[in-house]
């Protein structure tokens, strides 16, 4: 499978690198793994390398310098290609922009195949050493047992309580950093990949399990792979099918070592003094974590202002990025968005409505209702007080106030016609009987509870979903997020995210949109 992936920009031409000088052979310590010992790399057809052309990239738009410029290289399927330069340089730089940790600025990186990766900095979890190498591979023991083999960890095995079985980090038994590498790269090299880049694997093992590690494990195991090896220690470039020399983020030169050598470039007088710079911290300071994140820190603040003060250098913790003031009215869409759909949220809004609309026609109702018993009281006197007016002057009047107070209109009103006011007898005829108003407000009640209920039930639902959505969408950004953002990003202030937020999105936000929707209502 080929990943390609291109940022526009315009594309400066190649700079040539530099006069360098390889190193004499009595420098260098030499391999017995040499290029030859690899499967011929024509054979490989099915297998496509790494393409990086003209790539400029910086970790941070604050910087004034890139980390990587005009960076092109050609990694042959099956090659393994040494890279290396000063501290500094950007060779993890580089192989982060591989594996599009580090966004280009200009350029293209196409890599052609699965990517395994070992970092310079081994990590392990709290877990067994077995599920820290497999790390969620299916078990194949002959490959496990190989990959053991190669990366030295027979012995260690023997030594620790419980084997392979042993659990490491929290609670677990301590490990050195040489154990720590290497259960790292038995990581990296168990994972079938086409591609393995390996950030200097070597330097936090003494030299003769450096070498076991070389020969066995990536020149022999991996044998017919494309490996990128960043590495500090010149003895094993003569065994690389190409080498790239970085320096300032730049190709300085690149191609095989003997290429090299007759090129009469001086790169080996850079990294003697280089190597030799390291050896001498090599064993007492090179691989202490505080040490390699100091070395970052020093590389960012140097690049970030060389005449700065030593209180302006100092390193400033950076907040939390949090937006203030009004919400957005994109905040809100997204947010319905994640309830649903436009659809959803206009029934919802429209049950709210409904629900309003009969709680307020059953207020008017009842003023209504009131009302009408107010009027039927006063025009019942009055049509009794006529009929027993009508009844001294008119014997043959038959209508007794018993029959007024009934409800049956047609009974009275021809026996009233000439007694009663005309007006009396509409108003009587228009209102509705009690039992009418009593039925119809039962009805609006029973409205308004099935419409109350229904608008509490959508919108908690929706509320719900948009919470299960959010908490979705947030888990997988956080699980594709790139190593950039976890050590930009302090652990906690991740869990805090996941833990407060979205406590307020599932508790505190549907109770406070409810209020406010009520409130809305009185
Ligand atoms: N994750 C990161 N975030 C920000 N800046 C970084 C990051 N990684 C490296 N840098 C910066 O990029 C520059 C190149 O560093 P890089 O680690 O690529 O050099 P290197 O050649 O691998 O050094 P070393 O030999 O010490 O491993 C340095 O200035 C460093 O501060």
Redesign the pocket.
Known sequence: MMTTFTVGGKHRPLETGTEMQVAKSSEVEMNTCTPEDHTNVNDIVDVKGIKIANVTAR??EDLPEN?LTDVSLDVRPGELVAVV?P????????L?AILKELPLNSGSISVGGSVSYAS?EPWLFTGSVRQNILFGQPMDRNRYRQVVRVCALERDFQLLPHGDRTIVGERGVTLSGGQRARISLARAVYKQAEIYLLD?PLSAVDAHVGRHLFNDCICDFLQGKTRLL?T?QLQYLQAADNIVI?NN?MVEATGAYNELHVSGLSFAKQLDLEVNTKDSEHHSLRHSDSELSL??TK??NS?TSEHSSVEESEPKQIAEMRTRGRVRSGVYRAYCAAGGNCLITFIVLSVFILAQLAVSVGDYWMSFWTNVEERRSLVSNRIASSIDGAAINDTTTQLTEMDVTTTDTSEWKLGVSTTIAPTDVTEWSWMPSTETCILVYVGLVIGIVVLTLASAFFFFSMCMRASINLHNSMFSSISRATM?FF?NNPSGQILNRFTKDMGAIDETLPGTMMDCVQWLQW
Do not use: A, E
């Open positions: 970790w941070s980390t330069g501290v500094g340089s950007g060779k993890t730089s580089l982060h310079q200097d960043v500090h970085l983020g070395r970052k590389h960012q690049q950039w050590n």
